[in-house]
């Protein structure tokens, strides 16, 4: 009888002890605004029918490379430091590679989690002067690397620090397949994390064969600020043309459909995985995470189509997860940035973590003020066609191409920080590029959702100062002190 009592104990003290498992579905410029999310059926009906979607889910930076490292490390871009998607701008320079340890999956790791990363990591690893594809990042126990940006076909992974080259198999498809068959290996006696990251949506937006043509009707959202002349935005969203010829929109057009038809696989992997997860039966003990590095414009404000501004298109990201003791089908308002995602993971698994400037985002909780930062550095010289009358000032623009009208998409000077501020008063963002002229934006996204109305010089000064201040904050804030603006 004390020997039945005593086993009885014993596996009590096992359940209660299990720690969760984690499955992370990241894409690659995914919008919300634009409807990004309306092909994903099977997203909607495993995750989020299953789960709870975050309404007010924001990227601390809207190009790739700056935002993954956020969400890698729980850090702000002013304290992770790679300002961009190139070498030099520290995507996965020396300074990352150094401090790399602070990847919250290295935390799991250490703490007894299995781990396992397939897709893109950050847009320069695996190249040569980043440490090649024999570079494995620490603290997974699984790794198939993507070699440079998203691609679908003729890519390279690192597969545990061995180069595999393809050229025929769909990307997609591969992170899907390496992913089920890891499932397929894991039992309830260790825990897992797993990080999924297809290319999909990213240009070159190529679809999978059997995808093609699906959306041969959709056409880009209209919404009211799409093609339209701004004048009141920053100098770069003013440039000609301005706006964009009715020639142009036939190619923003194809460039959506292309972006839904490629995320199509991707709905698929959701499901198939979702399905390795109840075939193991894990899906029980398994948060399954729904989420993108930055969203996309496409037209908006006579912009062709790309990320890097600060408006609600390229900063709103898509948040959807499902899990032990989750409330279904429901929709949370209260705001979140992708910063929250490491301290989140790993207070619930238990694990204690480096300082982080995010926090664990409370499930029960219903809309609180909170200031979000987005941070952004822009890039130039390093591909504005020779075809375009602005190749005489190269060095401090970049992404201009006759492919989209020779409308540049970024430059030097556009680099700014704003705050986002949201309560259940207040839905605002405010804007400081570092250029010459000071340059600011303001916006009240509840009486003007579209951003159309730049309210910097008409809002009172005492209003302008406050969120000068909570931005100057910010900009230095480190750990606890982000998550207040003064």
Known sequence: ?????????????????????????????????????????????????????????????????PSRSSLLTGLYLHNHMTRNNSLDGGCYGERWRANEGRVFANTLHTAGYNTFYAGKYLNQYGIKHAGGTERVP???????????????????????????HSTDLYLTDVIRDLGISYIENQTESQPFFMVLAPPAPHEPFTPAPRHKGKFSNVTAVRHPNFNIAADDKHWLLTMPPSPLPDSMLPELDNVYRSRWEALLSVDEMVADVVQALYDQDLMENTYVIYTSDNGYHIGQFSQPYDKRQPYESDIRVPFVIRGPDLKKNVKNHQPITNVDLAPTILKLAGVKGPQMDGKPIDFEQAVVERYLLVEYYGESGGSVDENCPWVYDKENLELCSPKADCKCQDSRNNTFACVRHIAKLADMKYCAFADQKAFVEMYNLASDPFELENIANEEFQSIIIWYEKALAHLVKCKGADCKYPI
């Open 1 to 65: 009888m004390l020997k039945y009592l005593f086993l009885l104990f014993v596996a009590q003290t096992a359940l209660c002890e299990r720690r969760p498992n984690f499955v992370i579905i990241l894409t690659d410029d995914q919008d919300v605004v634009l409807d990004g999310m309306s092909p994903m059926k099977n997203v909607q009906r495993f995750i989020a029918d299953e789960g709870i979607t975050f309404t007010n889910s924001f990227a601390a930076s809207p190009v790739c490379c």
């Open 138 to 164: 620490p603290g997974w126990t699984e790794w198939h690397g993507l070699v440079g940006n998203s691609v679908y076909y003729n890519y390279t992974l690192s597969n545990n620090g061995v180069a595999t």
